[in-house]
């Protein structure tokens, strides 16, 4: 667990904490909203010392611990000015009632030729190749993204034990074993592969080899890295804030496209809002359980299952939760998360600077609930 340190800054109305952890939800082009978020979050002086990441959360999550404060705002653009660099024009506003139709273009150009410093398209494809090759294994190569990683992100400053480093957590799936697995810098040194593995989504991209195993995207078992935060640091003082890219909540489609889009935004968003509850859910029954052990008589308390129980009813957590959601854009597909042109990049990184700064500038507009003395949450999405 995270030592003590100088209590976090945090927006107003919102409590003082020891610890401010950024939690990335994995989700392709949608990533950039995370990245204007953290901008937001740099203006307002909130400056995570852990952050732990899902797939592009994890890529996003790589930038920030792996650079220094004052550039790791300017590192996020250098990674989404590369990656939309493929269709950097930006349409002027009269231009915005057929933007879905560019957005579209967009997309399928993104399956055709891949994304500049991310992948490109295996020639000859995969169908072609023998089998047990590894290019037999996926459609496209992320061998550029090996190399923009080592561009942006400084790998010896996220491994420096004896500097004040951010904590860096990603989560990957172990393809032999179906389980969900964390690389965290406290642990172990953490280098391109722990990053690519936790986005190596298939069948576009390969699995990535860390330690003798393979892995896949963190997202194929849950793609919020939020269970494991709490599970690892279960009486953390911290602000947590949440950054999802898949709303949970949404409208009856109206056409195909919606229906594959809605089912896509339910599949991904890991049942954001029930995590949270279920955060509080179990505090309640924390709380719960320690004033029936209080209840005990004392030659009790040598009992096995006093002892078992006795831990988690000790447990106190002092948790605020602030949980943003990157919001629906009007012009959004299916394809929303391989949209990688540079003016839905803007859009979505704009949004999310936005959405803290309206935060931050407008308390009242926070909705806090504190269900038990140590979680409060606030739902940032409305």
Known sequence: ?????????????APQHDHSILVLQGGGALGA????????????????????????????????????????????????????????????????????????????????????????PRMPPPYLQPDGAPEALSVYDTAPLRQTLRELVNFDLINDKNAK??????GASNVHTGNSEYFDNRDREIGPEHVMASGALPPGFPPVAVDGSYYWDGGLVSNSPLWYVLDDSP?????????DLFSAKGELPTTLDQVLERAKDIQYSSKTRFNTNRVKEIEELRVALGRLLSKVPAKMHGDTDYELLAPFAQIRRNITIMHLINRRLDSASSSKDYEFSRATMQMHWQTGLDDVRRTCAHPDWLDATEVVDGVRSFDLTQ
């Open 33 to 120: 909203y995370q990245a204007g978020v953290f901008e937001g979050m740099t203006e307002h002086g909130i400056a995570p010392d852990w952050v732990t990441g899902v797939s592009i959360g994890a890529i996003n999550a790589a930038l920030i611990a792996g650079n220094l404060p004052e550039r790791r705002v300017a590192r996020l653009r250098d990674f989404w000015e590369r990656v939309s660099s493929g269709i950097p024009l930006v349409p002027p506003a009269f231009f915005d009632p057929m933007r879905l139709a560019f957005n579209r273009v967009s997309a399928t150009a993104t399956m055709t030729f891949g994304v500049p410093g991310f992948f490109t």
């Open 235 to 243: 009486s953390i003082n911290a602000l947590i804030v949440q950054v």
């Open 165 to 170: 480093r951010v904590r860096l957590s990603v």
């Open 1 to 13: 667990m995270a030592q003590r340190r100088k209590p976090v800054k945090a927006p107003p109305g």
